[in-house]
């Protein structure tokens, strides 16, 4: 995703084409203490079912999918590897294959994510209590549900800019929470906006994978995006949207949201921009 430029320690490591194999990190403990509240990607440089390989992995464990590293892999993948702009390419995760593709007017990459699966729908009071949160702040309209595009999060949806600003994790309670959930990360989002010009302001929250808030989370965003046209958020089946992020952690983050619900089979797409704004070499 695009970050302010003042914003560049939260900018991923994108140019770890340093490994053969990917086992290095499930021993090395020194290099896992380098990832501080961020995602470390590796990526290899041949094809492989006419994709490229990609493993992510948090300060605590390996994750099946992330939304903004892949977007800065295709970046990397086209320019450092093909060495030009391509239509499309394709990434290997463990959650699946994820088409990437570019959209040179408006310079947006854009990931296809996987069909989402909606799982549970939990109880607002239990939710209210993690988020330390007046249960009135809830949008009751719609469901606070699990729902999942590679990763699972549970969305729940908040009336106002003032609750999203409000939310205050209970450590205790989110971990009682999340014995019983698939999904592990929690992402708020209120139809008022810090910018006029966008049509969300979202928040996201994984102390589960050593993140306790996360300024631009493409994999949520992603499932936000089903969930708005599941439910006719909009009162659409059709979506396109701007989304604001991580304003209250003062790294502003702008995603990109588009998803087509036709006769129940949803559509998803994400997107962003990415600045290439370092490069160098880690010698091991």
Same mark, same amino acid.
């Given at each position: 995703?695009?970050?302010?430029?003042?914003?560049?320690?939260?900018?991923?490591?994108?140019?770890?084409?340093?490994?053969?194999?990917?086992?290095?990190?499930?021993?090395?403990?020194?290099?896992?203490?380098?990832?501080?509240?961020?995602?470390?990607?590796?990526?290899?440089?041949?094809?492989?079912?006419?994709?490229?390989?990609?493993?992510?992995?948090?300060?605590?464990?390996?994750?099946?999918?992330?939304?903004?590293?892949?977007?800065?892999?295709?970046?990397?993948?086209?320019?450092?590897?093909?060495?030009? +702009?391509?239509?499309?390419?394709?990434?290997?995760? #463990?959650?699946?294959?994820?088409?990437?593709?570019?959209?040179?007017?408006?310079?947006?990459?854009?990931?296809?994510?996987?069909?989402?699966?909606?799982?549970?729908?939990?109880?607002?009071?239990?939710?209210?209590?993690?988020?330390?949160?007046? #249960?009135?702040?809830?949008?009751?309209?719609?469901?606070?549900?699990?729902?999942?595009?590679? +990763?699972?999060?549970?969305?729940?949806?908040?009336?106002?800019?003032?609750?999203?600003?409000?939310?205050?994790?209970?450590?205790?309670?989110?971990?009682?929470?999340?014995?019983?959930?698939?999904?592990?990360?929690?992402?708020?989002?209120?139809?008022?906006?810090?910018?006029?010009?966008?049509?969300?302001?979202?928040?996201?929250?994984?102390?589960?994978?050593?993140?306790?808030?996360?300024?631009?989370?493409?994999?949520?965003?992603?499932?936000?995006?089903?969930? +708005?046209?599941?439910?006719?958020?909009?009162?659409?089946? #059709?979506?396109?949207?701007?989304?604001?992020?991580?304003?209250?952690?003062?790294?502003?983050?702008?995603?990109? +949201?588009?998803?087509?619900?036709?006769?129940?089979?949803?559509?998803?797409?994400?997107?962003? #921009?990415?600045?290439?704004?370092?490069?160098?070499?880690?010698?091991?």
């Amino acid at each position: 995703m695009f970050f302010h430029k003042e914003n560049i320690q939260e900018i991923n490591l994108l140019f770890l084409r340093m490994l053969k194999s990917f086992q290095i990190l499930k021993c090395n403990k020194s290099l896992r203490r380098l990832i501080i509240q961020r995602l470390l990607l590796f990526y290899q440089t041949q094809k492989k079912n006419n994709g490229y390989d990609v493993r992510i992995f948090t300060p605590n464990e390996e994750i099946p999918f992330a939304g903004h590293p892949t977007l800065g892999t295709a970046y990397i993948i086209q320019n450092e590897i093909i060495g030009e +702009l391509t239509e499309k390419l394709i990434l290997n995760f #463990k959650a699946g294959q994820i088409p990437v593709s570019f959209d040179k007017p408006e310079r947006i990459f854009w990931m296809e994510q996987n069909r989402p699966a909606f799982g549970r729908i939990l109880d607002a009071n239990k939710v209210s209590a993690v988020l330390n949160l007046d #249960k009135e702040y809830i949008d009751n309209r719609f469901p606070i549900q699990e729902v999942s595009t590679g +990763l699972p999060v549970i969305i729940v949806p908040l009336k106002s800019l003032e609750a999203n600003k409000k939310v205050r994790m209970n450590k205790e309670k989110y971990y009682e929470l999340i014995e019983h959930t698939d999904a592990k990360a929690i992402m708020v989002f209120s139809p008022e906006t810090y910018n006029v010009d966008n049509h969300l302001n979202v928040r996201d929250f994984a102390d589960y994978f050593g993140i306790p808030e996360d300024a631009a989370t493409g994999s949520s965003n992603g499932c936000l995006a089903s969930y +708005l046209v599941k439910y006719r958020y909009f009162d659409k089946s #059709k979506i396109n949207l701007r989304v604001e992020q991580g304003y209250e952690m003062n790294r502003r983050s702008l995603l990109f +949201l588009k998803a087509n619900d036709e006769n129940g089979e949803i559509t998803v797409f994400v997107g962003g #921009k990415v600045e290439k704004i370092a490069q160098g070499e880690w010698l091991l």
